[in-house]
């Protein structure tokens, strides 16, 4: 997946660099500057809620197929539970980036914002979740998914044999394809990309706690607590 999928993030230094006047966005509003990093991040949490949901998609499709190379499968009590938690999470996030698109509003601008309540709490609960299911695929491997053996050894003719008969899982499948899901997990848990793979889920969009200040500062605490009184018969 690393050698195919994912972006370089690299340093751009703008040095001296001349902008046309048709081309500035703020030149000196700076009493608007508090608002645009607002609207900024409530697209782009919303957005971070479906990426996450897709990214955990992925996650559950290799622990299933783990599972079943390894010859077991969601019948196994505690493989199909842990798949079960990731697949509600999935779903949780992506109803949320869905549910902030419907619940949001058109600025006078014409830009549709999302609401940014959902949002952020779709993206707090998803992210939150990230390194329980990097221990899922652990789990779900074996210690297989750090031990097993390189490309290298699997191309040598002497070792091959060896590596063929031993590793072999489900009779369904070639040891070369069990060898084959072990490296996608490899990739997705145990490798450098999952530590990019965390830092896109965590710091992308804002820190977690931006997310809980948000929703702390725009949830509608006191029409529940209003809602709460009449219920309780308090004038």
Request: aromatic share 6%; net charge negative.
């Amino acid at each position: 997946m690393s050698s195919k999928f994912i972006g370089v993030e690299a340093l751009t230094i703008f040095d001296d660099v001349f902008v046309p006047e048709d081309r500035i966005f703020m030149c000196g509003e700076w009493e608007q500057c508090q608002m645009l990093p607002f609207y900024f991040a409530g697209l782009h949490r919303q957005s971070k809620c479906a990426c996450s949901a897709g990214h955990t998609d992925l996650l559950i499709g290799t622990a299933a197929l783990l599972a079943d190379v390894n010859g077991l499968g969601m019948k196994t009590s505690h493989i199909g539970d842990k798949i079960t938690e990731m697949m509600m999470a999935a779903e949780t996030a992506f109803g949320c980036s869905l549910g902030a698109a419907v619940a949001g509003k058109k600025h006078p601008s014409g830009v549709f914002i999302p609401d940014p309540v959902i949002a952020n709490s779709g993206l707090s609960h998803i992210r939150s979740r990230l390194g329980e299911h990097i221990a899922h695929i652990h789990d779900i491997a074996g210690g297989l998914i750090v031990t097993m053996p390189t490309g290298a050894d699997w191309e040598n003719p002497e070792l091959k044999p060896y590596i063929e008969e031993s590793l072999r899982g489900n009779e369904k499948y070639t040891t070369e394809d069990r060898l084959r899901v072990m490296n996608l997990a490899q990739d997705l848990a145990a490798s450098r990309l999952t530590g990019t793979l965390l830092g896109f889920t965590i710091n992308a969009a804002g820190s977690p706690v931006t997310n809980k200040i948000v929703v702390r500062n725009m949830y509608d605490l006191d029409k529940r607590t209003k809602l709460a009184k009449e219920i309780a018969g308090i004038n």
